[in-house]
C-alpha cells in the first residue's frame, strides 16, 4: 500500500469515478453486437487501436470516399429522461448514414463516441444495441468507437453521443450529377417514420406547453408519448443503393433540420430550384398535432420538420415510373412531391 506524507490512502482512477474494470467488462459485453454488423471488407471485431477495412474485398475499383458525423440532438433528452435507451443508437447511425448516402455512397464502416459521466454497463449496452441495429439496416460494419467516462462533466445518467461514417462510391456515380438535371426533372419524396432527428428542442417545448407526460397517451398515437415520439429514424440505403448505382438518381437531399426547403436546394445546381406541391401527401398526425399544440406557423413547420419526407430524389420525368415502382418493390413509401424549375441568375 502506498500513501502520501499525510498517511493517507494513494488515491485510484477509481477514486475519481472512473472505473476501467467497468470499460473493459462493457466491451467484452458488446462485441457480439459488433459482429452482428460484420461486412465484407471489414471483419467486424473491436479491441485494438483503429478499425480496418478493404475497399478491394467490398468490391470497389475507382472509390471516393465519402465521410460524415452527427449526433442525435436534444432527442437524446427524452430518451434519458425516460429510461428508453435502445432507440437512439438508429438515430445516432442514421443521421450520418443517410448524409452520405445523399452523395451517393454506400455507408462501408462506422465509428460512435459514448460519453457520460458515470457509466453504466446496462446503460451503455442498450445505447450500443441500437447502435449495432442501425448498422446493420444500414448495411455497415460497426469497427470501433469509444466510450469515455468524464466525472464532473455530465450530471447523473446524461450521455451524449456523437456518429461517425465513411462511405464509398464510385467515381463515376457520385451525386448530385449537376451536368444531368434540368427543369422539369421530378422530386420523389420518401416518407420519414416521424421528426426523425430533428425539431425536437421545439418539440420538447411543446409537450411542456400541452402538459403531457412522456407516459401518457400520444394524442396521436396508440403508445405512449415518448415512445412515439422516440420513433427512429428511418435508412434509406438499401432501397437507394441500386438506384444510384443504375443511373436513375441525378440527386439526393437528406431532409434533416430546415426541413423540404432548406435541404432540397443543396444538391441543385445555381438556377434550378425545386417547386412543391405540398398537398402531394398526408403529413403524418404527429405533425399536426405539433403544429396545433404548439400554434406553430406553417412556414416554420416546412423549415423546423421534415412534414413527413425524410429523403427527396431528383429524377428524369422518362425514368418516374420505373423509379416509383422499384421504391414500391423496396418497401418505400413514395410520392411525387414536386419539380425543378429555372430562374434567372445573377452574372
Known amino acids: 500500500m502506498t500513501s502520501d506524507s499525510k498517511g493517507e490512502k494513494g488515491l485510484s482512477y477509481a477514486d475519481a469515478g472512473v472505473s476501467i474494470d467497468a470499460g473493459d467488462a462493457l466491451v467484452d459485453r458488446i462485441k457480439p453486437m459488433v459482429k452482428s454488423t460484420r461486412r465484407s471488407g471489414a471483419d467486424g471485431t473491436i479491441g485494438g487501436f483503429g478499425g480496418a477495412f478493404d475497399l478491394k474485398a467490398a468490391g470497389y475499383t475507382d472509390p471516393i470516399l465519402i465521410s460524415g458525423t452527427d449526433g442525435v440532438g436534444t432527442k437524446l433528452r427524452i430518451a434519458i429522461d425516460t429510461g428508453r435507451l435502445d432507440t437512439v443508437g438508429i438515430d445516432l447511425v442514421a443521421m ?15 465509428l460512435d463516441y459514448y460519453a457520460t459521466g458515470k457509466l453504466t454497463s446496462d446503460n451503455a449496452a442498450a445505447v450500443i444495441s441500437g447502435i449495432a441495429e442501425g448498422c446493420r439496416q444500414a448495411g455497415c460494419a460497426l469497427v470501433g468507437g469509444e466510450t469515455a467516462e468524464m466525472p464532473g462533466m455530465y450530471e447523473g445518467d446524461d450521455f451524449d453521443l456523437a456518429g461517425f461514417v465513411v462511405g464509398a462510391v464510385e467515381r463515376d456515380a457520385m451525386l448530385p450529377r449537376h451536368d444531368d438535371m434540368d427543369a422539369g426533372d421530378m422530386l420523389i419524396g420518401l416518407e420519414s417514420s416521424g421528426p426523425h432527428s430533428n425539431g425536437y428542442s421545439l418539440i420538447r417545448k ?45 440527386g439526393l437531399a437528406h431532409i434533416t433540420g430546415g426541413g423540404l426547403t432548406d435541404n432540397t436546394p443543396r444538391m441543385l445546381p445555381k438556377g434550378l430550384v425545386p417547386e412543391f406541391d405540398f398537398e402531394a401527401w398526408d403529413r403524418p398526425a404527429v405533425f399536426k398535432w405539433l403544429q396545433e399544440t404548439g400554434g406553430v406557423a406553417e412556414d416554420e413547420m416546412r423549415r423546423a420538420f421534415n412534414c413527413g419526407i425524410g429523403m427527396v430524389l431528383c429524377v428524369k420525368p422518362a425514368d418516374m415510373q420505373d423509379v416509383l415502382a422499384q421504391l414500391e418493390a423496396a418497401g418505400e413509401h413514395a410520392h411525387v412531391i414536386g419539380q425543378l424549375k429555372r430562374v434567372a441568375t445573377c452574372v
Do not use: Q
Not at 450520418?96 to 462506422?110: I, Q, R
Not at 400520444?218 to 415512445?227: G, W
Open 96 to 110: 450520418c448514414a443517410n448524409d452520405v448516402l445523399a452523395n451517393g455512397a454506400e455507408p462501408l464502416f462506422f
Open 206 to 250: 411543446i409537450v411542456d406547453r400541452s402538459g403531457l407526460s412522456w407516459d401518457d397517451p400520444a394524442p396521436f398515437a396508440d403508445t405512449p408519448l415518448a415512445e412515439a415520439l422516440l420513433t427512429p429514424t428511418r435508412l434509406y440505403i438499401k432501397s437507394l443503393i441500386p438506384l444510384i448505382r443504375s443511373g436513375l438518381v441525378s
